[in-house]
Every structure is written in C-alpha cells, then in structure tokens.
Nanobody, 123 residues
C-alpha cells in the first residue's frame, strides 16, 4: 500500500516562504509521477503541481512563478517550495504518489493520499 507522509506546514506571514516535504513508501519512487494538491475550507481539492518520473513539471496558474516542485529519488522525497505566499494559499496540502500523467496532466492514484499538512498564510 502506498503511504505518503507530508510535513513542513505552518503559519507564515504574507510574502513568506515554506517548504513542504512528502516521503512516500510502498512505491518505486523514482519510477512514478507525484503531485501536490490543496484543499481550502469549503472548496474542492485542487492540483497545485505535479512532476513525472523524468522530472517534467506542471503548475496551476495560481502558483506559477511562486511554487517549485522537485523530487529526491535517493531519499524517496517530494518537495514543494512555496515563495511569496498569499492568504489565498491557505489550505491543507496533500501529496499524491504514483498517479498517471497524460498530455501534461496529472491524474491522482486512488488511495494514495497522505494525511495532509496545514498551511496558513496570515498576518
């Protein structure tokens, strides 16, 4: 069973930065695509960024130029560097491991979600 574990969330002021991490077990990490999602209160879960096994990345328009997704295949760890954070970025952030990519889009793997990490951007 795939078991992602997220960490790195917290409270940050607008304009600040955070780096999220996701360690994924139960999967051949280097061979799989990965994605970061977020869910704000009262809203649907949305894809923030994805990275395929070759390192190709895609981002939601709302985070382009501010967020960077990366992976360390030795440590089986996925990262999301978040800069210039805004109050609208406040959400629970989730990692999905082992999804499918097609034409640049990421399709999440069922039952491959972490518990999430809370990111709050507020002054």
């Amino acid at each position: 069973q795939v078991q992602p574990v997220e960490s790195g969330g917290g409270l940050v002021q607008p304009g600040g930065s955070l780096r999220l991490s996701c360690v994924a077990s139960g999967i051949i990490f280097s061979s799989n695509a990965m994605g970061w999602y977020r869910q704000a209160p009262g809203k649907q879960r949305e894809l923030v960024a994805s990275i395929d096994s070759g390192g190709r990345t895609n981002y939601a328009d709302s985070v382009k130029g501010r967020f960077t997704i990366s992976r360390d295949n030795v440590k089986n760890t996925l990262y999301l560097q978040m800069n210039s954070l805004k109050p609208d970025d406040t959400a629970v952030y989730y990692c999905n491991a082992g999804g499918t990519t097609y034409n640049g889009a990421y399709y999440p793997r069922v039952n491959s979600w972490g518990q999430g990490t809370q990111v709050t951007v507020s002054s």
